[in-house]
């Protein structure tokens, strides 16, 4: 089960209303924080805040 307090790529999509692939892109360009943390099974996971926190900051679209 996963810890409600990490969100994965798809929460992260469904904050900013987009689909997980393009936070997956995101990430891969650089335009995402670091995860905060890794789960046992290597998948990037980020605490609410830093994406609330980001989401407020970010350029719209590019």
Do not use: K
């Not at 409600?4 to 995402?32: D, F, K, Q």
């Amino acid at each position: 089960m996963r810890d409600p307090e990490l969100w994965s790529y798809a929460e992260i999509a469904r904050h900013i209303n987009v689909r997980p692939e393009t936070v997956r892109n995101y990430r891969r360009h650089g335009l995402l924080p670091d995860p905060d943390v890794t789960d046992g099974s290597g998948h990037p996971r980020w605490y609410p805040g830093t994406i609330r926190s980001w989401a407020r900051n970010r350029p719209r679209h590019r």
